[in-house]
């Protein structure tokens, strides 16, 4: 929790800072200048918080937030949604339409309906730039309290993280909360937002409503801890019982609401508590289910992934099995099966289930990167190469897919390709040392004018940077 209050902090010196060089005298922000926001906002956040990047669970919470964005008018910004590994029950939103669920919170979740309704309501955030007004006004807080925030940065950068911070946070406490704090107007009117959107959505109100109960029933943390401006659901009785008397007086007629396949939502909700959650956990609450309900497929799926976290390969691989004998077709739990298979060294095994994963799926990229790791345990490395580059093709910002390309390139003794993707791992790592020795050492050996061309460019600037 320490962390995540530092990271609090950092934030909103993001936030003033960033403003305050947008014009002395306009305090207007544009779109464009809310999409600056946002990218220096992300760029915190990924380097302060550890997002779950699995892509059956993250692409079901996007697919639920495209659902609410289908029915409203076209939009200024592309909405992207993340998963916080992270057990508080908190969401929040960004400037530009970022939105960020904790761990935590969706496996409290019971249904669709309630991760809809919190993501409505975080959407209607962004739609009403709540955000991006409350840090308009923040200027008017006084210099006292700039020169506070701003000292906090300097002392920080000198190496004493805990001063910056307490400097930053006692500098804040007067008029910093008033200032980004959502207002119950705030509030209000995201909430009357998301009725609308998820009332068009096919989604009915009901979800916002009892996922704000179960944040009510286990609010752990206080005030002191998580800022009100950045816990975007204080779950008030009085707003709670508005909304309740909205869902009274507005019944979704059965045939506007959508159709929800609640195994899915299960099937997700196993794989988030499976693969990212306590091990110990999450397999005495598969336990339970199956001694409810025995044979049940998506308890025997959970328990599989809650078997290897505790690297009991063996049993996990008996329940996958179990799961698959009822759904043999099914791509996430082959490719589970493959991935621990790969994790157990069993490589053929693993290659039969991922290859099977891969043709169901074609675009599951965790299935394609297991693979091709796999074909690289194998010995079939220009297989594994042509995996690796085709995940790069997809999402050419993730930096391990560099990495077991210069490792495989390594293997094949082609010594430029091999420096070539560890200078590119490293430079996205924030290595930049090591990434400028590696380029170096690649750009002799390159004969490809443009990736000569690109190295060049990449050295200007890692050791401009390294020299910092």
């Known amino acids: 929790m320490k962390n995540c209050c530092k990271t609090i902090a950092r934030l909103t010196i993001v936030f003033l800072l960033v403003h305050l060089t947008v014009s002395p ?35 079901y919470v996007n697919k639920v937030g495209r659902n609410i964005l289908s029915s409203m008018p076209s939009q200024p910004f592309k909405y992207r949604f993340y998963i916080v590994k992270q057990h ?43 955000i991006s007004q409350n840090v308009d006004r923040a200027p008017k807080i006084g210099l006292a309290t700039l020169a506070g925030i701003a000292a906090g940065i300097l002392i920080g950068g000198g190496g004493s993280a805990a001063l910056g911070n307490a400097v930053v946070v006692g500098s804040m406490a007067a008029g910093q909360s008033a200032s980004l704090a959502f ?55 009085e707003r709670i019982g508005y909304i309740d ?43 339970s289910q199956l001694k409810a ?44 099966l493959g991935r621990i298979y790969f994790l157990e060294g069993q490589y053929p095994k693993a290659l039969q289930a991922l290859e099977g994963s891969v043709g169901l799926a074609p675009e599951d990229n965790e299935s394609l ?56 791992y490293n430079q996205l790592k924030g290595r930049w040392k090591t990434a400028a020795v590696h380029l170096e050492k690649a750009l002799p050996l390159t004969t490809d004018p443009k990736q000569k061309k690109e190295i060049e460019t990449m050295l200007k600037r890692v050791k401009k940077i390294a020299k910092r």
């Open 88 to 130: 508080v029950y908190n969401a929040f939103a960004t400037p530009a339409g970022h939105i960020f669920i904790n761990s935590g919170l969706l496996e409290a979740l019971d249904g669709e309906e309630e991760l809809a309704g919190i993501l409505a309501h975080e959407i209607a955030h962004v739609v009403s730039r709540h």
């Open 25 to 59: 005298a306009v305090y207007s922000i544009t779109i464009q200048q809310e999409e600056e926001l946002s990218k220096e906002f992300l760029r915190v956040i990924k380097k302060q918080f550890n997002l779950i990047k699995d892509p059956f669970v993250v692409g």
């Open 293 to 336: 309900h025995p044979g049940d497929t998506i308890a025997l799926y959970g328990k599989a992934l809650a078997l290897a976290q505790i690297d009991d390969y063996r049993n996990s691989v008996l329940y996958l099995k179990k799961a698959l004998e009822k759904d043999a077709l099914n791509p996430v739990m082959l490719k589970e």
């Open 183 to 237: 207002s119950r107007e705030d509030e209000l009117q995201a909430d009357q937002l998301a009725f609308d959107y998820l009332s068009r959505a096919g989604y009915s109100s009901k979800g916002l409503l009892t996922s704000l109960q179960k944040m009510r029933d286990k609010q752990w943390f206080g005030t002191d801890q998580v800022p009100n401006y950045l816990m975007t659901h204080p779950a008030s009785e």
């Open 245 to 287: 008397a909205h869902v009274a007086s507005n019944q979704l007629s059965e045939i506007n609401r959508r159709y929800i396949d609640k195994d899915e939502f299960r099937f997700v909700r196993a794989t988030l508590s499976g693969k990212y959650s306590n091990g110990e956990t999450a397999l005495a609450a598969f336990d």
């Open 369 to 424: 990167f297991y693979l091709s790791r796999t074909h690289m345990e194998l010995g079939n490395l220009d297989k594994a190469i042509d995996g690796f580059n085709t995940i790069l093709k997809r999402n050419s910002k993730e930096p391990e897919i560099y990495l077991f390309l210069g490792n495989v390139y390594g293997m094949q003794e082609n010594i430029g390709e091999a420096h070539y993707y560890l200078g590119k």
